[in-house]
């Protein structure tokens, strides 16, 4: 797995080049929002690590791109910017995921490696709830995202029907005239229909998993 850390502080550079490239990761190194511009038009990266404050630039200007030019590969934001204001600015604007300095290195290896087990052509706005498959907006029903965003964070494990109904309703709230099955099945052959890189399989009396097509 090929990662882009586009960091400007050599001293931190230099430790996640090193801590990353233990852990299997091969790493490049840009100091600069030109450098990674220019190396996101060149190298296909699996993953991407991005700092916000860049020498000749704001790294929200590299994400929003990258975003624009239809780069789906995950992209992690590492910043000592820890106003939830940043936070949600840096979401909207097309991260993947956001972490603080100061930070574990063990729990930015975990998060890049969550981020990497993901789908690649599937992209959800959890704050802004809007959904993309390949790079184009896709509607679906507030019941429909709700499931998908559930199993998008078990990404490759069970999730129980159960636990889909207890996400998706209240305490006081009766279950809708369509069940969680109908939702899913609906859900499915949207996603089918656009083209996705992932499809949910059943398990009979127990839940759903979603999975890549080629599991």
């Known amino acids: 797995m090929r990662l882009l850390v586009i960091e400007d502080e050599d001293r931190l550079s230099g430790i996640l080049k090193s801590k990353l490239g233990d852990n299997g990761f091969t790493v490049d190194i840009a100091g600069s929002a030109a450098d990674a511009g220019a190396a996101l038009e060149l190298i296909n990266y699996d993953a991407v690590i991005l700092d916000l404050g860049l020498p000749d630039g704001d790294g929200l200007a590299v994400l929003t791109t990258a975003r624009q030019s239809g780069k789906g590969l995950p992209i992690l934001i590492l910043t000592a910017r820890d106003a939830v204001e940043d936070r949600v600015a840096g979401l909207n604007a097309g991260a993947d995921d956001y972490l603080t300095k100061p930070f574990a290195i063990t729990e930015l290896i975990a998060r890049i490696k969550a981020l990497l087990r993901r789908p690649g052509n599937v992209r959800l706005d959890t704050v802004g709830r809007e959904l993309t498959i390949a790079g184009i907006p ?43 099955p109908v939702h899913v099945h609906h859900l499915r052959r949207q996603l089918e229909t656009a083209g996705a890189s992932l499809v949910i399989h059943t398990t009979r009396g127990v839940g759903y998993i979603l999975a890549g097509t080629k599991v």
Do not use: T, W
């Not at 305490?171 to 809708?176: M, R, T, V």
């Open 138 to 180: 896709a509607r679906l029903s507030r019941r429909e995202l709700a499931i998908l965003e559930q199993m998008m964070r078990r990404f490759g494990r069970i999730v129980p029907k159960a636990v889909l109904e207890e996400k998706l309703y209240g305490i006081d709230e009766e279950p809708d005239s369509n069940p969680i």
